[in-house]
């Protein structure tokens, strides 16, 4: 069984994350959403906002599960038997982030392999520290928030 792991923050997941998840879904058999938990850092929307989030917008798809996890991602790998790490890539920096990451976990686990999708051209801009800071000062960033979800939820951090 093909599974993959894709991680990250999802500090709220977005439709650049939506469409990454989504057009990966025919490469795997199952993709599990691994929400990095850590304990030191505060987040801006909760843990459990975020769980249901993206457990609402994929409720109908059978491949697709949502966990929490905290400590190294490729350990995540190990606990439920996944070989790929899925990541999407907007831009050149996210490229140089991306490469390290990848290429020391491949070093340290050579079984796991980092497999990159990018972007579609509309979702380049799009990242979770705009929408926090639309947010935060009141603005509608429903835009760019995956369909379905309850707008009002958004508004009440601060
Ligand atoms: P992290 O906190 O690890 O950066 P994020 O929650 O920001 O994680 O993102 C998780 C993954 O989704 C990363 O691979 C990131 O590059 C990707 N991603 C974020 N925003 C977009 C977007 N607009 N289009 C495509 N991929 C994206």
């Known amino acids: 069984m093909k599974i993959a792991i894709f991680p990250g923050s999802f500090d709220p997941f977005t439709i650049g994350h ?4 989504r057009r990966a879904i025919p490469m795997f058999d199952k993709i599990i959403v691994m929400i990095g938990f850590n304990a030191n ?9 975020r769980l249901k989030w993206i457990n609402q917008i994929f409720e109908n798809v059978e491949k697709v599960e949502v966990r929490v996890h905290e400590g190294l991602t490729v350990d995540f790998c190990k ?3 996944a070989r790929y790490i899925l990541r999407g890539l907007r831009t050149s920096a996210d490229f140089e982030y991306e490469r ?3 290429q020391v976990n491949k070093k340290m686990h050579p079984e796991i392999e980092t497999v990159f999708l990018l972007t579609l051209p ?7 520290t705009i929408i926090r800071d639309i947010v935060f000062h009141g603005g509608d960033a429903s835009m760019f928030l995956p369909k379905g ?3 009002n939820e958004f508004k009440t951090e601060k």
């Open 18 to 21: 939506e469409s990454i998840l």
């Open 79 to 81: 606990e439920v038997g």
């Open 41 to 49: 850092k505060k987040s801006f929307f909760s843990l459990e906002k």
């Open 122 to 128: 509309e979702h380049t801009p799009i990242n979770a």
């Open 100 to 102: 390290a990451i990848a």
């Open 149 to 151: 979800l309850d707008m």
